[in-house]
């Protein structure tokens, strides 16, 4: 039972995330209709601005604030420089453009960085408390930072005039556009914000995978697999949906292991998580397209 409450306390851990992710992901998604297959390449980059801020002396913190703007001002650039040209492009030109902005983040962090990798600082006190040996602090720390950080864009979007146009835009862009709101604009910020989430949660994975180029590779693929399970046009039901991939994940691979010790039959254990996330995908998309808590949209010809 101890094994058990720690894989879902593990899993919770994993799942903050994931479940930021997939809120970046969520977020372009409702403005654009594309996926960023970018977004765990600028996600690693912002954790590398990070660490370079730390090597110079700056508190955590700090660091990620500055990282934060900064990202969400290349969020803004991409948008307006590169994607705002393609904006009647067929989807495969922009999908190649995402492809080619994930190599270039990343070659550029190989280039500036190196490929070794790094170790990078929790910013949470290493203290013990109680139920510490299920979950770490750090652990705690990332759950905490998530729920934060949704409570923050929740209370933006619905209560602030900005977050309202915003919404509007991404809803009904002809209609947002007659109402006087700069459209284009709108989704630039909604690129920006996108950007620095990630950079949060590239940020708060980071100790716990060490830094390098690759960190975000099979991380990117579970919060895909989260905005997903939760719907892919629902930001609120992307944060469950990541929690619940980073539960079910470790409890597929807790009840691979112990039917492995109990049969002698290996079927599934840790080696197959990124399997797990896989399966998840196919299945929702070939079972509900709309995730649990997304809406299907019905459009007239």
């Known amino acids: 039972m101890e094994q058990l409450l720690q894989q879902v306390a593990s899993g919770l851990a994993n799942g903050a995330i994931y479940a930021c992710l997939a809120l970046a992901l969520v977020m372009i998604f409702v403005s654009t209709d594309h ?65 080619g902005l994930l190599a270039i983040f990343h070659s550029l962090a190989g280039a500036i960085w190196g ?49 309202l146009a915003m919404r509007a835009a991404a809803q009904n862009p002809a209609s947002a556009r007659l109402a006087g709101i700069r459209v284009d604009w709108m989704l630039a910020l909604g690129w920006g914000l996108a950007a620095a989430i990630g950079a949060v949660a590239g940020s708060l994975v980071a100790p716990v995978v060490y830094l390098e180029p690759n960190m975000m590779a099979s991380i990117l693929l579970y ?9 892919i046009a629902s930001p609120g039901g992307a944060v469950v949906g990541g929690f619940i991939v980073g539960v079910l994940e470790n409890l597929i691979a807790y009840l691979g ?7 002698g039959v290996y079927i599934i254990g840790n080696g197959e998580k990124l399997t797990v996330a896989l399966i998840i995908v196919i299945t929702v998309l070939t079972l509900k397209p709309s995730g649990l808590f997304g809406h299907v949209t019905v459009k007239r010809v």
């Not at 919060?223 to 939760?230: I, Q, R, S, W």
């Not at 292991?257 to 049969?263: A, D, R, V």
Request: charged content about 5%; aromatic content about 14%; glycine content about 10%.
């Open 257 to 263: 292991n112990l039917l492995e010790k109990t049969t």
């Open 115 to 163: 490929h070794t990798i790094k170790d990078f600082p929790s910013p949470f006190p290493n203290i013990a408390f109680a139920g510490s040996g299920y979950i770490g602090p750090h652990q705690i720390g990332m759950i905490l930072v998530t729920i934060a950080l949704l409570v923050a864009l929740f209370s933006f979007f619905r209560f602030t005039p900005l977050g």
């Open 223 to 231: 919060g895909f697999a989260g905005a997903l399970v939760g719907g």
């Open 35 to 99: 996926i960023n297959f970018a977004q765990g390449e600028l996600s690693m980059f912002s954790a590398y601005l990070v660490w370079q801020l730390i090597q110079w002396g700056l508190n955590f913190w700090l660091a990620l604030a500055i990282v934060a703007f900064v990202s969400f001002l290349i969020g803004v650039m991409v948008e307006r420089v590169i994607l705002r040209p393609l904006h009647s492009a067929p989807v495969l030109s922009i999908v190649v453009v995402f492809i």
